[in-house]
């Protein structure tokens, strides 16, 4: 460590109550640049610098929690170099050598209070910030949910295509039959439904700007005979208006809230045709008890990016499907393939930044882009997880199960691992 200048004594106490939570060292990457010129590095090869514009910058350290560095940031209370997957690697690193994985910073299960004005408020706040902050950073077709990469070697919009398929070709979409899908965003998957499988799709959403855009783009793609948009809460969806052959639901069930999963798994039953298939694809918890992310993460994500936003643990999910009469005939994890989106949507964020400012301001800019980093590494970390979960209405009837014998029909064109070639002839 350098000589520092001169402190005063409150300044010192702030500086050693926050160094000695790192005795004996951790190699942690990081450097602190201290406001009086000096640094001290908390590892041998720091790929990130953070500059503490004061003394009352540290108390953002204090504890060295996710949240609290988070808030530090976003709020420009310090300044960060580095690359940004370096830098919430750096982040994590510092808040498990510097946190209890106890208390307010462990698993806690949390439920949170939801109603149908708070569920409308929350979507708005994430997904009405506007089209073209999305637009400059999801794919061409803006699908803002885990693409699918079959073959780890997609390019993130190939990959969000084959999602795309992937879903629903699992649900059996035929032409003529009837899709519902509950938080349609701006219309990707209905749009493709439309286009490439024949079927009459409805979409529903709670973001007047996924509303207003999707309409646009279903009537762009001239589908408008066959896709309506809806802006509409799933729970006001009327039987009396017809039956779905299909249900799809994707990122849309982190919203519902772990005491609401039974009555939302009994509607989206209630709105299903005998002999129908649903798909759930959202992201789970993978602390058995559906307890929080750790260490201050689900609390800055509760403040600034999903208000009220609640993960179950792929159990729970499964259990809450059965209760509601439906039966679970398959279940895929998802969870490196979701890694590996948020990555590319990170990515895309960083080389966009100027455009990206350009339309939002720069508290904006930094919630999301500490958010999307993180949450890649969240997924590549196994904090949480992300299922597929198709379902059809229980009962002893074959006409419930519309599904083959064999799941090969989910992977049409995908080649078996260590398939020999044909010989040749």
Known sequence: ?????????????????????????????????????????????PQVTVRLSGPGSLRYFLPPSLDNLADGYVNGHFEVQGRVKDVVAAASKLAHSGVPMRGRFGRLFNAVRHDRAKDARAIEHHY??????????????MVYSCAYFPTNTETLAAAQSAKLDHILTKIMLKPGERLLDIGCGWGALVIRAAQQYGAHAVGVTLSKNQYEFAQERVAQAGVASQVEIRLQDYRDIDEGDGLFDKITSIGMFEHVGLNHLPAYFAKIRSLLRDGGLVLNHGITSTDAGS????????????????????????????????????????????????????????????????????????????????????????????????????????GTSEQLNPTPWSRAYMYPSFPAPGKPEAPDS
């Open 1 to 45: 460590m350098e000589p520092l200048a001169p402190f005063t004594s409150a300044d010192q106490s702030l500086l050693t109550r926050f160094l000695v939570r790192f005795h004996p060292q951790p190699d942690i990457p990081l450097r602190l640049a201290l406001w009086n010129g000096a640094h001290h590095d908390l590892g041998a090869a």
């Open 128 to 141: 009405d910030v506007s089209n073209d902050f999305y637009r400059l950073w999801l794919d061409p077709a």
């Open 291 to 394: 307890g929080e992310t750790p260490l201050g993460a689900a609390s800055f994500i509760e403040r600034y990016v999903f208000p009220s936003g609640e993960l179950p643990h792929v159990s729970l999910a499964l259990k809450d499907m059965q209760s509601a009469g439906l039966e679970v005939l398959d279940v895929e994890c998802l969870r490196r393939h979701y890694a590996r989106t948020l990555a590319g949507w990170s990515d895309n964020f960083e080389h966009q930044s100027d455009s990206i400012r350009a339309v939002v301001d720069e508290t904006t800019f930094r919630v999301w882009r500490i958010y999307l980093a993180g949450c890649a590494l969240a997924f590549s970390q196994n904090w949480v997880s992300l299922y597929q979960l198709l379902a059809c209405k229980e």
